[in-house]
């Protein structure tokens, strides 16, 4: 199982980014895959998940309203669309799955990784 994930880069304040997370490998698409982002001097944090067939959705309380993850392409592609940036969402964002058909807020829960994209929110 492998994850790609892309879309980082600089943004202001108030703007918008899209990550997308593609994934491949045997029975991939049937795995639920969240994002998570880890801060300069800070503990990786949870930010949204989603099912496998895309009817679940969970995110941490700060992203609600601001940030929405939806799956594509046939379950193989992952986005996160980011908008109303602020600084605090300055990170390197993860997406990861996990070995079952929904994914929750624990960071062990989730088996593969991907390389990070970092996302830098200038004020």
């Known amino acids: 199982v492998q994850l790609q994930a892309s879309g980082g880069g600089l943004a202001q304040a108030g703007g918008s980014l899209t990550l997308s997370c593609t994934v491949s490998?045997?029975?991939?698409?049937?795995?639920?895959v969240g994002w998570l982002r880890q801060a300069p001097g800070k503990e990786r944090e949870f930010v949204a998940s989603?099912?496998?067939?895309?009817?679940?959705?969970l995110y941490a309380d700060s992203m609600k309203g601001r940030f929405t993850i939806s799956r594509t392409n046939g379950r193989n592609t992952v986005l996160l669309q980011m908008n109303t940036l602020i600084p605090e969402d300055t990170a390197v964002y993860y997406c990861?799955?996990?070995?079952?058909?929904?994914?929750?807020?624990?960071?062990?829960?989730?088996?593969?990784w991907g390389q990070g994209t970092l996302v830098t929110v200038s004020s």
């Open positions: 990861a799955s996990a070995l079952r058909s929904r994914a929750g807020s624990n960071a062990d829960e989730y088996r593969y």
């Open positions: 490998g045997r029975g991939v698409s049937n795995y639920g």
């Open positions: 989603i099912s496998w067939n895309g009817d679940t959705t």
